[in-house]
């Protein structure tokens, strides 16, 4: 089953932009997989401000989010699994949506590097799956207790 945690984290974002607001997300650094610039990282978080004007290139996929941002006037590419984040919110009233740390899945010996071009590739498969299912299965209700 796929998460739900990176369609609330976008419904959150998209709450937050039409509010006007500045949505900002608190992401784990330490979490495998994270690419963000470690000189900004405190107690092992970093706030990221995440509004389309502050961020070029915003992709929140369900297993990779990535984009390029400036610190200190240079720009670098970020990337994180969704997993990593632990709350999305409103710079202005700190209205948003805290969520419980994941555990670290087990990996041992694997660069970032290769967490994101393996994220990539699942979720370019997942999506192409769910494009198969899409044309190949008929639509149906199930009832749930």
């Known amino acids: 089953m796929i998460s739900n945690r ?3 984290i976008r419904a959150m974002f998209d709450w937050i932009v039409d509010n006007h607001w500045t ?3 608190q992401v784990d ?19 990221l ?28 590419q970020l990337f994180f699994p969704p997993e990593s984040v632990l709350a999305i919110f409103a710079r202005e ?3 948003g949506m805290p969520f419980p740390p994941e555990e670290y899945p087990e990996r041992s ?7 994101i071009a393996e994220s990539s590739e699942k979720a370019s498969k997942d999506k192409s799956s769910m494009d198969k299912e899409k044309t190949s299965k008929k639509p149906h209700l199930t009832i749930v207790k």
């Open 6 to 8: 990176p369609y609330l």
């Open 23 to 25: 949505p900002h997300m």
């Open 29 to 47: 650094a330490n979490y495998p997989g994270v690419v963000v610039p470690q000189q900004h990282v405190q107690e092992g978080m970093i706030v």
């Open 49 to 76: 401000n995440v509004h389309p004007e502050a961020v070029r290139e915003l992709q929140m996929d369900n297993h990779l989010f990535r984009f390029k941002a400036r610190f200190q006037g240079v720009e670098q």
């Open 93 to 95: 009233n700190g209205q």
């Open 109 to 115: 010996g694997e660069s970032a590097e290769h967490a």
